[in-house]
């Protein structure tokens, strides 16, 4: 439940703003462009899924489509749910029970938030050509190896400042 109450907390403030960069943007770039203020909010994910897919017009066309549609179907963030949240984290007294209630039922609203969007990518990527989807496909896994070698410096970075941190036994061991 602890996992749930993070993400929940973790996700708000990132989603809640690239909502807001994506409920803003008026102008003509394509949906799936990134920039760098987006890319500040945590909301690069979106619009890196067709970054290097070199598209047609209409294609272009109908992702703004598919996206105008989306932005105007997409489930809101309820501000009176975080609200809700904020006053349980800023009670004199912590109710386990209620924090957990209240990040089950803002975790379920993002799992529909997250559900629509997937549905949204889904209609857009079956607009790309079968070369296109293998252009997708080799970015992606470009992007998911780099992931998998990001995860692997953290990790041994992790053990460098566990081996060089003495643990509290230790440092007790060494005072007596």
Not at 43 to 66: C, H, I, K, P, W
Not at 70 to 80: E, G, K, L, Q, Y
Not at 155 to 163: F, G, L, V, Y
Request: charged residues 25%; neutral net charge; without cysteine.
């Amino acid at each position: 439940m602890q996992k749930v109450t993070a993400l929940v907390l973790a996700t708000l403030l990132p989603l809640s703003a690239g909502m807001a960069q994506a409920a803003e943007t008026t102008t003509s770039e394509p949906a799936w462009h990134h920039n760098e203020s987006m890319l500040k909010h945590g909301y690069a994910n979106n619009e890196l899924m067709f970054d290097g897919v070199s598209l047609t017009e209409e294609q272009r066309q109908q992702m703004r489509d598919l996206m105008h549609q989306a932005r105007r179907d997409m489930p809101r963030i309820n501000v009176a749910e975080m609200e809700t949240m904020h006053r349980l984290i800023t009670a004199k007294n912590f109710d386990q029970a209620a924090v957990e209630a209240q990040a089950e039922k803002m975790a379920r609203e993002q799992v529909a938030r997250q559900v629509e969007m997937a549905r949204v990518r889904n209609l857009m990527y079956n607009l790309l050509t079968d070369d296109q989807k293998t252009v997708l496909a080799q970015k992606h896994q470009q992007r998911m190896d780099q992931l998998q070698r990001m995860q692997q410096v953290q990790q041994q970075n992790a053990q460098r400042m566990n081996e060089l941190q003495p643990t509290s036994a230790q440092k007790l061991s060494t005072k007596e």
